[in-house]
C-alpha cells in the first residue's frame, strides 16, 4: 500500500519545538484522543486536488481545525486516511512536529490491531 497522504502544515510557527525528552512523543491513539480531537475538528469529504508526487488522499488545516478527506478513494483507504490525519492533529496538539514517518508508522500500527486480524490454523 503505497500512497501519499499529505497534512498541510499551517501556522507552523505557532508550534513548539520539540524538545529530547519529548522524543518520541507521539503515542497510539486512544479513544479520548478521537473524541477530542473530533470534538475540536471538522472533518470533510470532498475532492482534492492532485499533488507533483500523486494523489492527496487527506490533509489538515489546523487555523481552521479541518480534517479534510478526499472523496476519490474506497472505504478502506478513507478510514486509514483519516486514522492517518488524526494522528497528525494529535501530533501537533502534543508539540510533537510533524514526523511523517512517526504518523506513518502508528496509523499502519493501529490499523493492524484494528482491522486486520491473525488468521486461525
Ligand atoms: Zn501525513
Same mark, same amino acid.
Given at each position: 500500500? @503505497?500512497?501519499?497522504?499529505?497534512?498541510?502544515? *499551517? +501556522?507552523?510557527? /505557532?508550534?513548539?519545538?520539540?524538545?529530547?525528552?519529548? #522524543?518520541?512523543?507521539?503515542?497510539? &491513539?486512544? /479513544?479520548?484522543?478521537?473524541? =477530542?480531537? *473530533?470534538?475540536?475538528?471538522?472533518?470533510?469529504?470532498? =475532492? &482534492?486536488?492532485?499533488?507533483?508526487?500523486?494523489?492527496?488522499?487527506?490533509?489538515? $488545516?489546523?487555523?481552521?481545525?479541518?480534517?479534510? /478527506?478526499?472523496?476519490?478513494?474506497?472505504?478502506?483507504?478513507?478510514?486509514?486516511?483519516? /486514522?492517518?490525519?488524526?494522528?497528525? #492533529?494529535?501530533?501537533?496538539? $502534543?508539540?510533537? +512536529?510533524?514526523? =511523517?514517518? =512517526?504518523?506513518?508508522?502508528?496509523? @499502519?500500527?493501529?490499523? +493492524?490491531?484494528?482491522?486486520?486480524?491473525?488468521?486461525?490454523?
Amino acid at each position: 500500500m @503505497k500512497k501519499l497522504m499529505a497534512a498541510l502544515v *499551517l +501556522g507552523a510557527s /505557532l508550534m513548539a519545538k520539540p524538545t529530547a525528552s519529548q #522524543v518520541p512523543c507521539l503515542t497510539p &491513539l486512544t /479513544l479520548d484522543d478521537v473524541v =477530542e480531537i *473530533l470534538g475540536e475538528y471538522s472533518v470533510l469529504h470532498q =475532492e &482534492l486536488p492532485n499533488v507533483a508526487s500523486g494523489i492527496l488522499y487527506g490533509m489538515v $488545516n489546523y487555523n481552521t481545525k479541518k480534517i479534510y /478527506l478526499n472523496t476519490d478513494q474506497d472505504r478502506t483507504e478513507m478510514r486509514d486516511t483519516l /486514522l492517518h490525519e488524526l494522528y497528525h #492533529v494529535k501530533a501537533r496538539k $502534543n508539540y510533537c +512536529g510533524n514526523s =511523517e514517518d =512517526e504518523v506513518d508508522l502508528l496509523t @499502519k500500527k493501529t490499523i +493492524g490491531e484494528l482491522y486486520i486480524k491473525p488468521q486461525v490454523p
